[in-house]
């Protein structure tokens, strides 16, 4: 069972446009984190965020948790085709343990 | 530094033969996770290991699904009389603390397609 939901399901966008995802639940979590996957490799953490209303930035990659603690959000900035890939959310809290429960995944195509 | 390593990368077999997948996680790293990635869909928890014992089995979608890890280090995910509903990405991810904010790193995973 995914708790976790993810929108949109794919994005194709061109270099230098913006894009936000979303990953909402009911469920509120101690811990959120975002993951990149490549084809054929594990997923790479990217952020965790722990507090609510916590904005993280790495380069042009900005993450919100929300008050609540149930839900996130990643903007891109002037998105590169080096962005493209499968951006996976993934929660934790007292019912999970110590397991990532994930989303399905927004999978991002940047083209030139 | 290597990090988490997985082996076969690739498994083919067919409905029925048993198969085992190995993860040899980072060194030092005392938890380690297998998690189970279908076609279009987020990871999903199997097992976790603190040291030698399986602290929470509760992912393991049924009996024919039995994992070791008998030192603390490498660890084998062994599937008996296997399915074509099994066929995915087998994931391994290892963590030096099992805290919320601690990293899993993963490992590129075994895809297993069952005939």
Known sequence: TQLLEQSPQFLSIQEGENLTVYC????????????RQEPGEGPVLLV??????????????TFQFGDARKDSSLHITAAQTGDTGLYLCAGRNSNSGYALNFGKGTSLLVTP | GAGVSQTPSNKVTEKGKYVEL???PISGHTALYWYRQSLGQGPEF??????????????????????????????????Q???????????????????????????PGTRLTVL
């Open chain 1, 48 to 61: 965790t965020v722990v507090t609510g209303g916590e904005v993280k930035k790495l380069k042009r990659l």
């Open chain 2, 46 to 79: 199997l097992i976790y290991f603190q040291g030698t014992g399986a602290a929470d089995d509760s992912g393991l979608p049924n009996d024919r699904f039995f994992a070791v890890r008998p030192e603390g280090s490498v660890s084998t995910l062994k599937i």
């Open chain 2, 81 to 107: 009389r296997t399915e074509r509903g099994d066929s995915a990405v087998y994931l391994c991810a290892s963590s030096q603390g099992v805290g919320y904010t601690d990293t899993q790193y993963f490992g």
């Open chain 2, 22 to 24: 190995r993860c040899d």
């Open chain 1, 24 to 35: 909402n639940s009911s469920s509120v979590f101690s811990s959120l984190q975002w993951y």
